[in-house]
């Protein structure tokens, strides 16, 4: 799919949440100012993105607090601020406002977000973040695994929203491994399940990508780890970041988002 101009819209696929945190990690590998996380937040927007995804980090290696004001201030769709469920950030959330808030799992000496929130294990806690940010107007969401105590120890904790982590899925599938795939599939599906009957908006994210962006030897007509999640009817989000800002280095930013926005629109409208 070539971007034309035109804006991808089908009412009926997942919303595209775009991850700028790796725009804003280039930027700190020099220090400075370029390339500026807002300008691709913004650029992102006019491709049709739906949401801006970004998470300020305790080590803030690549979101700023100055990025944050900024993405509230000039972002146009709903920002989703991705935090851990630390004092800091909730009182940082709270002053800034923002629409959406996905609450994650953070350790510093991590490359990525590594596994999903106890929410069993820390209910207390959990229940009391949803609480207050519910408070100051942002939607929450909890970010997880696709586990039938979580999720329902979400529901109890009062988040109206969770984000399944679809990282073990996004790896089996560049790995060609179809046994973990399938298995890890049917994980997610029956995550999707228990999150509907309990009345959860269900939100996917973590190591999606589109199979043109396979290494040689793989068949690029292979259905892609964003299809297969998109393809979930119950799947109102997708939130992805690493993979499309890598291939926005070969294609350039707003194709990159038309190619995902069309990968999820084809696949749930298949």
């Not at 609450?103 to 973040?129: H, I």
């Not at 408070?135 to 929203?161: N, T």
């Amino acid at each position: 799919m070539t971007f034309s101009g035109t804006l991808l819209t089908d009412l009926n696929a997942p919303l595209l949440g775009v991850n700028i945190d790796h725009v804003a990690t280039v930027r700190n590998a020099r220090g400075g100012v370029f390339p500026d996380p807002v300008r691709a937040a913004m650029l992102a927007v006019e491709a049709g993105a739906d949401i801006i995804t970004f998470h300020l980090r305790e080590d803030r290696r690549h979101i700023r607090d100055e990025d944050v004001v900024r993405l509230k201030q000039q972002v146009p769709v709903p920002i989703n601020f991705e935090a851990a469920v630390t004092d800091e950030m909730l009182d940082i959330i709270e002053r800034t406002r923002p629409e959406h808030v996905c609450l994650v799992p953070e350790r510093r000496q991590e490359v990525t977000t590594e596994g999903g929130l106890d929410v069993a294990g820390q209910f207390d806690r959990m229940a009391a973040a949803c609480a207050r940010l519910a408070a100051a107007g942002s939607r929450v969401s909890l970010f997880i695994g696709a586990d039938p105590m979580q999720i329902e120890a979400s529901a109890r904790a009062g988040a109206p929203c969770v984000e399944l982590h679809t990282g073990a899925l996004a790896n089996a599938w560049w790995a060609g491994d179809q046994v973990a795939l399938q298995h890890e599939l049917a994980r997610l599906r029956e995550g999707v399940r228990i999150g509907r009957s309990l009345g959860l908006r269900t939100h996917a994210g973590h190591g999606l990508a589109l199979s043109s962006d396979l290494p040689d030897g793989r068949d690029p007509s292979e259905p892609s780890s964003t299809a297969i999640v998109a393809a979930l009817p119950d799947v109102s989000e997708l939130h992805i970041g690493h993979a499309l800002i890598g291939r926005a280095v070969f294609v350039g930013l707003r194709q990159a988002i038309a190619d995902f926005k069309g990968e999820a629109i084809r696949a749930r409208t298949a």
